[in-house]
């Protein structure tokens, strides 16, 4: 069965530092895009980045340019989400989703919480 | 970047009925690439349809898909209890964000 596990997310100050993980299992991780999604507390979904197979294509929504970075270890079966200077407005729960756009298989998601 | 609306914001009805939903992209959406998901308080979504109108593997019957260009619309033919859930579009057809509706929520009259 597929799985994937998010983890790290917490409580963290305004324009501090998350590294969001998403452990895979089940499948071939190396042969599929993944992407990111979030929702805030009782608001819609949010496509937020995604990355290639191989790493050579990243892209993501313009709210979080410049601040999240996408990786991902294919040795290890595993998707990161760098979350540098985290705002408010990113308080969220975060899910890791197999694909390149829409998604069949999602985690449960990690929450987020940016507040002083 | 492709706006979606969804109608209406809530849908009340009973277990038995039929339900329809709108989703309107403020553009054509390219090659009909529109999902719909399910989601329920505290679970992650579920893929119901992809390419507007294909059902994802499991998906019962009663959901179906249909539209393009601008208008498609979810049809869950008669409610069961299980169906009562928040459901989202999602367009992917252009270059990214892919952009989602902003829900509408089916609940029990």
């Known amino acids: 069965d597929v799985q994937l596990v998010e983890s790290g997310g917490g409580l963290v100050q305004p324009g501090g530092s998350l590294r969001l993980s998403c452990a895979a299992s089940?499948?071939?991780?190396?042969?599929?895009?993944m992407n990111w999604f979030r929702q805030a507390p009782g608001k819609g979904l949010e496509w937020v980045a995604n990355?290639?197979?191989?790493?050579?294509?990243?892209h993501s929504v313009d709210s979080v340019k410049g601040r999240f970075t996408l990786s991902r270890d294919n040795a290890k079966n595993s998707l990161y989400l760098q979350m540098n200077s985290l705002r408010a407005e990113d308080t969220a729960v975060y899910y890791c989703?197999?694909?390149?756009?829409?998604?069949?298989?999602w985690g449960q998601g990690t929450l987020v919480i940016v507040s002083s | 970047e492709i706006v979606l609306t969804q109608s209406p914001g809530t849908l009340s009805l009973s277990p038995g009925e039929r339900a329809t939903l709108s989703c309107r992209a403020s553009?054509?959406?390219?090659?009909?690439?529109l999902a719909w998901y399910q989601q329920k308080p505290g679970q992650a979504p579920r893929l119901l349809i992809y390419?507007?109108?294909n059902r994802a593997t499991g998906i019962p019957d009663r959901f179906s898909g249909s539209g393009s260009g601008t208008d498609f619309t979810l049809t869950i033919s008669r409610l069961e209890p299980e169906d009562f859930a928040v459901y989202y579009c999602?367009?992917?057809?252009?270059?990214?964000?892919?952009?989602f509706g902003p829900g509408t929520k089916v609940d029990i009259k």
């Open positions: 989703a197999r694909g390149e756009t829409y998604s069949r298989y």
């Open positions: 089940g499948f071939t991780f190396g042969n599929y895009w």
């Open positions: 990355i290639k197979q191989d790493a050579s294509e990243k």
């Open positions: 553009q054509s959406v390219t090659s009909s690439y």
């Open positions: 390419g507007a109108s």
């Open positions: 999602q367009q992917y057809g252009s270059s990214p964000p892919y952009t």
